[in-house]
């Protein structure tokens, strides 16, 4: 089993709607836990993070933590073509200095 | 410039031969870490700086993977007798203390 699963993807959404992108963990004791957007030949980029359990609200972006069942979710809303990268679930293993296990990603793309 | 600076951007290496990875981080930012990153997966872990020292290299995939950060700045990534399973790209990202970390554009190396 993978550190940090997402999943498979690629997703596909029209403009103005709801995206949905998963995040399973498995280090329990992981406490910070991260969402990096990724435009196709680009670096990645922090759009969200979260600690506590419960929802974090930036903008158009959603952030879920449920660390009882290991999930980490970001929700997009109203959709935009510009959305469209690929979304990468990033947690920091407990007692790691800080460095990032990335799941594989999830493409996402928003149709006009 | 004021983010994360990495040259070459891109590198066609022929088997076997050397390469230098070059990461210049964001001025003043301790932490300095290397990333590798296969196509159509989540960048992958394979050293920490904290200054000139190297913490955790437990990342890398071989002892024909070296970096270096002598003056606590600037950071090399060599890679010794490339193999075509080297081919990725290679991310350098730096981090103050209690921020998040900032990537470089990455460098693009293709082994042939």
């Known amino acids: 089993q993978k550190e940090v699963e997402q999943n498979s993807g690629p997703l596909s959404v029209p403009e103005g709607a709801i995206a949905s992108l998963n995040c399973t963990y498995s280090?329990?004791?992981?406490?910070?836990f991260f969402w990096y957007r990724q435009y196709s030949g680009k670096s990645p980029e922090l759009i969200m993070s979260i600690y506590s359990n419960g929802d974090k609200e930036d903008g158009r972006f959603t952030a879920q933590l449920n660390k009882a069942s290991q999930y980490v979710s970001l929700l997009i809303r109203d959709s935009q073509p510009s959305d469209s990268a690929t979304y990468l679930c990033a947690v920091p293993p407990s007692g790691s200095a800080r460095q990032l296990t990335f799941g594989s990603g999830t493409q996402l793309t928003v149709l006009p | 410039g004021a983010g994360v600076s990495q040259s070459p951007r891109y590198k066609v290496a022929k088997r076997g031969q050397d390469v230098a990875l070059r990461c210049d981080p964001i001025s003043g930012h301790v932490s300095l870490f290397w990333y590798q990153q296969a196509l159509g997966q989540g960048p992958e872990f394979l050293t920490y700086?904290?200054?000139?020292?190297?913490?955790?290299k437990s990342g890398l995939p071989s002892d024909r993977f070296f970096a270096e950060r002598p003056e606590g700045s600037v950071s090399t990534l060599k890679i010794q007798r490339t193999q075509q399973e080297d081919s990725a790209v290679y991310l350098c990202?730096?981090?103050?203390?209690?921020?998040?970390?900032?990537f470089g554009q990455g460098t693009r190396l293709t082994v042939v």
């Open positions: 990202a730096s981090r103050a203390m209690n921020t998040e970390a900032f």
């Open positions: 700086f904290q200054n000139e020292a190297q913490l955790d």
């Open positions: 280090d329990r004791g992981s406490q910070s």
